[in-house]
């Protein structure tokens, strides 16, 4: 089993740009979890997806941020445009069931200049 | 407005010794508790969790521990090893959602 996927790991872009960044969940998971980590706050719940559909995208900073799951194996989560404040760990994670434990991607660590 | 909080940002233990990772939360609704460890460029990984019917959990080197009334939570580590050096989260929920509230992480740092 590979575990969650994310890529890129890294990405370094400058203000005002388009990020996506991108996951593959574990096969036959049906939720998943796009996180932020910031030192100061710590882990954030952005977006839950069930069955492919987002159910509560209330941690969504604003509407710069978007993310989408088209289908069970794929998800990604957008900034357009980036700012300096949205450098950052993003991780995705997938669980099998609404409750359960969360699988967590290695994550992709943002640099926005 | 922080709901679960690691007031130690970071905390440094001789190895065979005991490592006490501490946690507060602030809503009584949580009922379902957890621990997260997480290495330098991996994503964390579940450790441990309890439930609010119990006080204690334990699972080899580590131990949760509940305080209900006191909105407090501990994670005991014995003995420490080189290897446990990691960030630990803690979270919180409420059980039947899928909803975890984590803390800020506190940086456990095993010497040799």
């Known amino acids: 089993d590979a575990g969650v996927i994310q890529s890129p790991r890294h990405e370094v872009t400058e203000m005002g740009q388009e990020v996506t960044l991108r996951c593959k969940p574990i096969s036959g998971h049906n939720s998943l979890f796009w996180y932020r980590q910031t030192m100061m706050r710590g882990l954030e719940l952005l977006i839950y997806f069930n069955n492919n559909v987002p159910i509560d995208d209330s941690g969504m900073p604003e509407d710069r941020f978007s993310a989408k799951m088209p289908n069970a194996s794929f998800s990604t989560l957008k900034i357009q445009p980036s700012e300096p404040r949205d450098s950052a760990v993003y991780f995705c994670?997938?669980?099998?069931?609404?409750?359960?434990?969360?699988?967590f991607g290695p994550g992709t660590r943002l640099t926005v200049l | 407005d922080q709901q679960v909080k690691q007031n130690s940002p970071s905390l440094s233990v001789q190895e065979g010794r005991i490592s006490i990772l501490n946690c507060d939360y602030t809503?009584?609704?949580?009922?379902?508790f957890l621990w997260y460890k997480k290495y330098p460029a991996e994503g964390p990984t579940f450790l441990i969790s309890i439930s609010s019917i119990k006080d204690k959990n334990e699972d080899g080197r580590f131990t949760v521990f509940l305080n209900k009334s006191a909105k407090h939570l501990s994670l005991h580590i014995v003995p420490s090893q080189p290897g446990d050096s990691a960030v630990y989260f803690c979270a919180a929920s409420v059980s039947g959602t899928y909803k975890y509230i984590f803390g800020t992480g506190t940086r456990l740092k095993v010497l040799a």
């Open positions: 809503n009584s609704m949580f009922d379902y």
């Open positions: 994670a997938s669980s099998p069931v609404t409750k359960g434990e969360q699988f």
